[in-house]
DNA sequence: ACGAAGCGTGAATGCGCATTCACATGATGC
DNA sequence: GCATCATGTGAATGCGCATTCACGCTTCGT
């Protein structure tokens, strides 16, 4: 009767459970629950027992069954709250979705994935997570004092950003450090006999585009002094188009400029175009930095020196610190991860 | 505001359980499922007493018992199997996943997200997927003959994919009538007084590269006969830099060329670039269309032309086919959506 | 040497919900 | 008028696993 009952109702009619396992490898049941979820206080006799019989019988966990019993999900949920879609242009967003799900794979996590795209939608996700049909959340966010990010925090959600989020403290995030690889990549342009260096910032708005824009002015003042003359154009956004205004503007505006430090890759891209069109050669008449290190940075003509950052790896600390945080005290805490410079022919010097 | 909180801890000992709910609506707890999961057989009096005790409560259900009970997981996989990330530059894969999710909300159903990086991440995957941990998949891919695909099929998973897998039959897909548009476009174009109309053709293994080469000859061809002069240029990939390269050689090859119709938008944002580069002026010297219809068009100088894709709705109408799929008999279908034509300023005729 | 502490184990319990089944209605057929 | 049916409901059951608890065994410490 029993047997019947599962026949109907699912499309795996001998579905192997823990019980079957563990009488096949002459344990108890807990016993095998100890093994499966990598409990240490087992004997080794018993362990290979159960891992035997598991992989003999194609035995695998029901996670409704783990998570209804242990009163966690077992999921997370990664919230992309981007207003628009403007920061999918460039392979920031995939590269640290694979981070976060090899990390989440290995430690057998579902990432759950959420886009809202109205303030509808994102009310109905915010009581959506404190439902508790996650265990905790990673989110991405570029919105000054983002409610949802408030809601999770004032409901005492685990929750995990990615980049500083701006106007509000208290949240746990991972970032890379913005300000000295915007400074290192300034001083790369100085110290490569460039003298009128301008920059392309981002969105003030954006941590990132903040950030980046205080090492580019710390690097230019440390050098040439305070009243040294800062070459700031500042982009509406993190696209080609912009660039391409951003950089014209500062021909205009500068013509004896003879080097740019783009703050993202879709910047530069603009900028080169311009270039491109104006007739200036890059890297001879133009030194040219950029900032992301995108694949096709290394396709461009001429490459282009670029800041490389560990987005993987933000990825993984992101799923890391999550994990410590619902295991611990739940006290924000941050971390911020070091870039590299990838140096190539954009930057390589003036009258080359 | 209270209840919800409690429950958002999860570990919570006093969170609503459905047999609560029900006492407090005067109703036994089968009669509360009920009433929760839509199911009609209840009466309007009972169905008003559960819907008002639980919003009242804050009640939300618990998902692992629900699917722990209903033998079926509630959650969907969404598999992105590109190698790389080369499809991410446009916005195809938000509006994809825009549309998903929102159908998959209004159903009440999880987006598990995977992104297999590696050929032993994938086998991985495949194990996840075939143990039940979701009740269906809906996937992209590109690569012919899908291995992942493959593997689904013959273990009889419920699986929809986002366009026209190539290599492999019997898989039900929802698809563009990507022939028909580019028919359509480059019939616009000759129509729009341009008499050498080239096409920048995307990758040939892509069911989308195909298919759309395949459009711009049949319009070629029937407008000016068997012997008409196809001038094909194949881009490496979906990309700006191939856009750029192929522009360069059509104009090369077949100097008079007079108009362009490029397979992708960051192609013909490409093929914009070496144009401009060469000085030609659109649209009077050269005329072009697009294929995408991404936010830039309407901004570019000048805006393009360009055929738009109902990608939200490719999204919802994959959902729908999986759910079905799921319930009914299994047999692989296909969905063809139609495409608009925007027209722009790039393709308003020769000499203007 | 003897009690204390540590360790591996299994019986029992319950997590919260969907489903089944039998019953009690009231409506409908002849 | 009674038999038939459609319909709404509740008691009972079980989904598959994690956890608790108590028991026996081993290893210490003094």
Redesign the pocket.
């Known amino acids: 009767?029993?047997a019947v009952?599962?026949a109907?109702?699912?499309r795996s009619p001998q579905?192997v459970?823990?019980?079957d396992v563990?009488r096949a490898a002459?344990?108890?049941?807990?016993?095998?629950?100890?093994v499966?979820?990598g409990d240490?206080?087992?004997?080794r006799?018993?362990?290979e027992a159960v891992l035997a019989a598991a992989s003999e019988m194609g035995?695998?966990?029901?996670r409704?069954?783990?998570s209804?019993?242990?009163?966690?999900t077992n999921s997370v949920g990664f919230v992309i709250a981007e207003p628009g879609s403007h920061l999918w242009g460039n392979p920031y967003f995939p590269r640290l979705m694979a981070g976060i799900t090899a990390e989440l794979n290995a430690r057998r996590q579902q990432l759950v994935l959420f886009m809202p795209q109205s303030r509808v939608e994102e009310r109905q996700l915010v009581d959506y997570l404190l439902a508790g049909h996650v265990d905790g959340v990673l989110m991405t966010t570029s919105r000054n004092r983002d409610p949802l990010l408030r809601a999770l925090l004032d409901a005492h959600v685990p929750v995990v950003v990615g980049g500083r989020p701006i106007g509000i403290r208290g949240a746990s995030f991972v970032d890379v450090d913005n300000e000295r690889a915007a400074y290192e990549a300034t001083l790369h342009l100085l110290d490569s006999g460039y003298r009128h260096v301008a920059t392309i910032a981002g969105p003030p708005q954006t941590a990132a585009g903040k950030d980046r824009l205080v090492g580019y002015r710390r690097a230019i003042t440390e050098r040439e002094g305070k009243h040294a003359e800062l070459r700031e154009m500042v982009a509406i956004d993190f696209s080609q188009p912009a660039g391409e205004a951003a950089a014209a503007d500062i021909l205009m505006r500068w013509p004896d400029t003879d080097a740019i430090f783009a703050a993202a890759d879709l910047l530069c891209f603009g900028a080169l175009i311009t270039l491109k069109l104006q007739g200036l050669a890059v890297p001879s008449r133009i030194g040219l930095v950029s900032f992301d290190d995108s694949e096709p940075n290394a396709l461009s003509h001429p490459p282009l020196t670029s800041v490389s950052q560990p987005v993987e790896r933000l990825g993984t600390t992101m799923v890391q610190m999550l994990f410590e945080q619902m295991a611990g005290d739940g006290q924000p805490r941050d971390e911020v991860l070091d870039t590299s410079l990838v140096i190539r022919e954009s930057s390589t010097g003036p009258g080359a």
């Open positions: 009767m029993c009952t599962r109907a109702s699912g579905r459970r823990m019980v563990a002459g344990v108890s049941q807990p016993t095998a629950s100890r499966l979820s240490l206080r087992v004997t006799e018993s362990r035995y695998v966990v029901n409704a069954a783990s209804l019993a242990g009163n966690r």
